[in-house]
């Protein structure tokens, strides 16, 4: 006898598998209502000007209906437009600005984040899906945008700075570097434009300069561009034209009240025969303009200096603090080349290595700093690149020098020194000892003006029975 039994039209898996389908319709849902009221409420926060006319605007709407909510509307529209009339430039920073850095940090950069990636190939497809590379942050500035990017696992740095071109054209902005803030985590800043296009006028040394911190220009973010003398070497590499003179008479500018003072003295040769310094003759306290004995004999004195303080601060003290009894020389050398690789006297060239080797190794501590200026970025004349602290490359032509001068990876880090337009003199990427990353900048432009008021204005004091007689 078969009992007749009522049979489930859908049998217990399938049964099991609708509700987990639904589940999880209905929280994706729910989690997306969540977002999008976390979404609403921190807009909210982040444009009170627009949220709190709009939910008045509503409240107004349910309990006296839409005559009073349009009313509302009209009120908040004329009292924005007399903020607006009446003081432009607060409306500007408070309302307008913030608005728009929302919105390009949306429609530019997050919207299309997932398609560029994928069509510039930094996407890997994983079981058939692309694998996006979070975008974790976006920064919107004046003239320099900032997004952090976490890294696809196999993914390395020269993955994205060889599609930095490729980057700036997808986005519309002049130029993208790629530098590394951390493991598996990469910086794409993009710039939209040049604040270093314009050129700077020479502004007044400070009364007492910080030898630590002489300002000598300004970075591209805005902010002051120092370089350091006290303890350090500076190297200026660039091709003719490129603004070698405004690097190194910005920071002789930045120095001459403490030359006149005589905390630090300038010890400069110029071996074109005086046509770069020589209208700063005043200012030096030494000036040899050859390349031949006064260079040499110039040289021999700052080595003896060196020796000198070294036995005097052996045991005492570790750093020279620059007086005017005993002050800061600063040896400059406008075309480094035409002392070690153009010579043709290789007996006078050799002494000259040995000397410039022996200054730059052992000359921070007891008060004797070099900056010295190239052209020729070759291996023969920048052997000593790596006994100068900072290193400043203004325009070159080829890709292949930057890392010459400024140090193994540094156009990768973004030092793009050959993509410096010929119509930009002055603008740099500066590398410094202890950082990885390279700053841009731009010197002060100095006039030929300038220079003669430099001398006429902070001539050194004379020192009864020097022996700093200049060399010729």
């Keep these: 006898m078969v009992s007749s039994r009522s049979k489930d039209p859908f049998g217990s898996d399938d049964t099991d598998e609708l509700f987990t389908v639904l589940f999880l319709v209905i929280a994706k849902c729910a989690w ?64 307008v600005r913030p608005l728009s850095k929302r919105w390009r940090s949306w429609h530019t950069y997050r919207s299309r984040w997932a398609q560029v990636c994928a069509l510039l190939g930094l996407a890997p497809v994983l079981d058939k899906e692309p694998v996006v590379p979070r975008l974790r942050r976006v920064r919107i500035g004046q003239s320099m945008d900032e997004l952090g990017v976490d890294l696809v696992f196999g993914q390395t740095l020269a993955d994205w700075s060889m599609r930095s071109e490729a980057l700036a054209h997808a986005f519309g902005v002049q130029s993208v570097t790629v530098t ?79 030359i006149h003072n005589g905390r630090v003295q300038a010890w400069v040769i110029d071996p074109k025969g005086g046509m770069e310094f020589g209208q700063g003759t005043a200012l030096f306290s030494k000036f040899a303009y050859d390349t031949g004995e006064g260079a040499l004999a110039l040289l021999r004195d700052a080595a003896a200096t060196l020796t000198r303080r070294a036995n005097a601060l052996r045991g005492t003290s570790r750093q020279h603090e620059p007086t005017p009894d005993d002050p800061l020389i600063l040896v400059v050398i406008d075309e480094l080349a035409s002392l070690v690789a153009y010579q043709t006297d290789r007996k006078v060239a050799n002494e000259v290595s040995q000397l410039l080797a022996l200054i ?17 970025p070759s291996k023969e004349v920048v052997n000593l690149r790596q006994l100068f602290p900072i290193r400043i490359g203004l325009r070159f032509a080829e890709a292949g020098q930057v890392d010459m001068i400024l140090g193994s990876g540094a156009r990768a880090a973004g030092a793009m020194c050959d993509q410096i337009p010929d119509a930009l003199p002055g603008v740099a990427y500066v590398m410094e000892d202890g950082h990885a990353t390279p700053t841009r900048a731009r010197a002060f432009h100095v006039t030929d003006t300038d220079i003669g008021q430099l001398a006429r204005t902070y001539a050194p004091p004379v020192v009864i029975g020097s022996d700093d007689a200049q060399h010729e």
């Design 360 to 376: 730059l190794s052992q000359g921070r501590a007891v008060g004797v700093s070099v900056i010295a200026a190239v052209q020729d």
């Design 32 to 95: 997306g209502m969540i977002r999008l009221w976390v979404a609403l409420i921190r807009w909210a926060a982040l444009f009170p000007l627009i949220s709190v006319p709009v939910l008045a605007a509503f409240v107004g709407l349910y309990i006296y209906g839409p005559w009073v909510a349009l009313k509302v509307v009209a009120a908040s529209v004329v009292l924005l437009l007399f903020w607006w009339m009446l003081w432009p430039r607060v409306f500007r920073r408070a309302f």
């Design 180 to 258: 590394l803030i951390g493991p598996g985590r990469v910086r794409v800043s993009l710039r939209r434009a040049d604040e270093l296009r314009q050129p700077l006028s020479l502004p007044s040394p400070a009364a007492a300069p910080d030898l630590a911190n002489l300002v000598i220009g300004s970075g591209e973010n805005g902010a002051p561009w120092t370089v350091r003398v006290l303890g350090r070497h500076v190297l200026v590499a660039g091709l003719m034209g490129a603004g070698k003179g405004s690097v190194v008479w910005s920071i002789l500018s930045a120095l001459g009240p403490a």
